[in-house]
């Protein structure tokens, strides 16, 4: 299996406890800025940009989740981390629950933000990834960036959805393509029974893309799991409710 060299940084202080934060297909690690302000206080903050995402590099043909959780244990061992907690976003989520399953010992608490199980059959990523091959990721856009914030959100900060569109539209179309292969037909509950980790998972009451009904599916997977459902926003909650996420992030990874 070979190991994809992400990119990555590292922010906060450097003797606290570190948590990496894994962003959604199509996503970069600027998704997570509204967070970094209130992690950073007291913890070490490791941001990545997943296989053709930002600089790291997209090899040819589809992926699977052990080869993009491979590059996530390659990376922690060159940074030293021993032990960490993992914030998953959307997708980002099944890199997560790879990781609290693989290495349950270095991972210290998952949180969960807009995630499920696994991939519903009313998101036919296999579809998206041989469109997005074809004909770019301009092609799918609106399609794929819509869910990502409510219409009220949308209309009151036009700036933010534009510059996160653009950002999906620079994304390596094979990098995409390869992300969205690597979790068709993704079905994790029996992986989910083995996690042990302390886990706080997180939906938006206005997700279309994965309504709160997976979040709770998700939480009841995981022993222990506190489920929580944030108001007033859609599918990149952490963006559009960063308030209520930063608090219960805080919460659970800071504590």
């Known amino acids: 299996m070979a190991v994809v060299p992400l990119q ?67 990376l922690l061992d060159a940074c030293g981390l021993d032990r960490v907690s993992v914030v998953g976003c959307g997708f980002g989520g099944a890199l997560a629950t790879w990781l609290a399953a693989t290495i349950p010992g270095r991972i210290r608490r998952l949180a969960y933000i807009a995630c499920a199980a696994g991939t519903p059959r009313t998101f036919d990523s296999g579809a998206l990834a041989d469109r997005v091959r074809r004909d770019g990721m301009p092609a799918v856009s609106e399609q794929v ?9 949308a209309e009151r900060r036009p700036d933010v959805v534009r510059r996160l569109a653009e950002e999906f539209e620079g994304v390596s179309a094979e990098g995409y393509a390869g992300y969205c292969a690597a979790i068709t037909g993704l079905d994790q509950r029996r992986v989910l029974a083995a996690v042990r980790a302390p886990a706080l998972v997180v939906s938006a009451a206005h997700d279309p893309l994965l309504p709160p009904g997976h979040g709770r599916r998700l939480a009841n997977a995981i022993a222990g799991a506190r489920f929580e459902v944030v108001p007033g926003a859609a599918h990149l909650a952490g963006i559009e409710r960063s308030d209520r996420v930063n608090e219960l992030l805080m919460e659970h990874v800071a504590r």
Do not use: C
């Not at 960036?145 to 959100?153: E, I, L, N, S």
């Open 8 to 74: 990555y940084r590292i922010d906060g202080p450097g003797n606290a406890r570190a948590v990496l934060l894994l962003p959604p297909p199509g996503a970069k690690w600027s998704v997570w800025e509204p967070q970094m302000p209130e992690l950073t206080r007291s913890m070490r903050v490791l941001r990545v940009n997943l296989r053709g995402h930002g600089a790291s590099p997209a090899p040819g043909g589809p992926y699977t989740v052990d080869e993009m959780g491979a590059d996530l244990v390659a």
């Open 145 to 153: 960036t819509a869910p990502w914030f409510t219409p009220a959100f």
